[in-house]
């Protein structure tokens, strides 16, 4: 088992940055792809960005791509999330994810993700 507790989220004004971690614990996410995801309200939950375990590949939403970065650090079992250039419309809860089939793809799939964190508010203001 995995726990991902995510944290870094918060109410930023149109323009600025935070950067989201997510802590694994339990098992070592080192051969783990990780995601982030959000949901807005009333929206579906969404795809934000992906890494695979070696770091070696990224994937990111049209709607995030030049903004976010994302990255991880397998020594610290964390992966991260910065997010800059922010917009009202990126308010959502953002969720980490973790991948466990151990394939080194930054997967955008929710459904291929076999644990999920507790989310963080991210609360972008105009």
């Known amino acids: 088992q995995v726990q991902l507790v995510e944290s870094g989220g918060g109410l930023v004004q149109a323009g600025g940055s935070l950067r989201l971690s997510c802590a694994a614990s339990?098992?070592?996410?080192?051969?783990?792809?990780m995601g982030w995801f959000r949901r807005a309200p009333g929206k579906e939950r969404e795809f934000v960005s992906a890494?695979?375990?070696?770091?070696?590949?990224?994937y990111y939403a049209n709607s995030v791509k030049g903004r976010f970065t994302i990255s991880r650090d397998n020594a610290k079992n964390t992966v991260y999330l910065q997010m800059n250039s922010l917009k009202p419309e990126d308010t959502a809860v953002y969720y980490c994810?973790?991948?466990?089939?151990?394939?080194?793809?930054?997967?955008?799939?929710?459904?291929?993700?076999?644990?999920w964190g507790q989310g963080t508010q991210v609360t972008v203001s105009s």
């Open positions: 994810a973790a991948d466990s089939s151990y394939m080194d793809v930054a997967e955008p799939n929710p459904y291929r993700y076999d644990y």
């Open positions: 339990g098992r070592t996410m080192s051969r783990y792809g």
């Open positions: 890494i695979s375990w070696s770091g070696g590949s990224t």
